[in-house]
């Protein structure tokens, strides 16, 4: 099966119009089973498969600032590059979508970073914001589950805060909560929503990746996290 046909299929452009239209309208963008059959399978199978050691702790903070943090979150991280068909799948996939949204948008996303992560039983990752104004490049935060058979009890919820939701005394809707279910895709504007994942009660996986400005300096690319 080539490329083409893993990351084309199932109505992309169906799909990244919905996208589209919930960032304009909302901010974000949850569609549940979402990312196409095939690739998700790809990055099901190619993430149970990574051996323990890709995977390194996550910190906060980027280059010098970066720290190892307990209290914020637990979880472990392995970056994506163009090293295995499932992997070039997903970037081939994540290209479609940047070059949709910049042409619907006009958003000027120049590039994609993303690592699988690796939440196990009782990591976390408290509520944070992915960039804020004026301070860094990320536009556009992506995530992707691959979790299958997930229930209500294996918590590992993402919670994204809309501030701009007027409170409710009666259902808090400045509160989305999203189950990692396998294929789920959720989009955000980076400087816009706080969110933070919840405790995992089983191993728990999923991309995160973000669409970035090409914020070089002196023709340096503005290196990713």
């Not at 919905?18 to 990055?43: F, H």
């Amino acid at each position: 099966m080539s490329l083409a046909q893993t990351t084309h299929s199932g109505g992309e452009e169906s799909l990244f119009e919905s996208i589209s239209d919930d960032i304009v309208e909302k901010g974000y963008s949850i569609r549940l089973n979402a990312l196409p059959e095939n690739l998700t399978s790809l990055l099901l199978q190619h993430v149970i498969e990574l051996p323990d050691e890709n995977f390194k702790r996550a910190g906060i903070g980027r280059t010098k600032e970066h720290l190892i943090n307990d209290l914020v979150r637990t979880d472990e991280i392995s970056w994506i590059t163009s090293n295995s068909v499932a992997s070039c799948a997903w970037i081939k996939w994540s290209e479609s979508l940047q070059a949709y949204l910049n042409r619907r948008l006009f958003l000027g996303l120049f590039s994609f970073e993303s690592h699988f992560s690796h939440y196990a039983k009782g990591d976390f990752y408290k509520k944070h914001k992915d960039a804020f104004k004026g301070e860094d490049n990320r536009v556009l935060s992506v995530v992707v589950y691959l979790n299958q058979h997930w229930s209500a009890g294996d918590g590992g919820e993402l919670v994204i805060y809309d501030e701009n939701t007027p409170a409710s005394s009666v259902v808090d809707h400045r509160r989305i909560t999203v189950t990692p279910n396998l294929g789920t895709i959720v989009v955000f504007l980076s400087e816009e929503f706080p969110h933070e994942v919840l405790p995992a009660r089983q191993d728990r996986y999923s991309i995160a990746g973000w669409f970035r400005l090409n914020n070089s300096i002196a023709n340096n690319i503005d290196p990713p996290s």
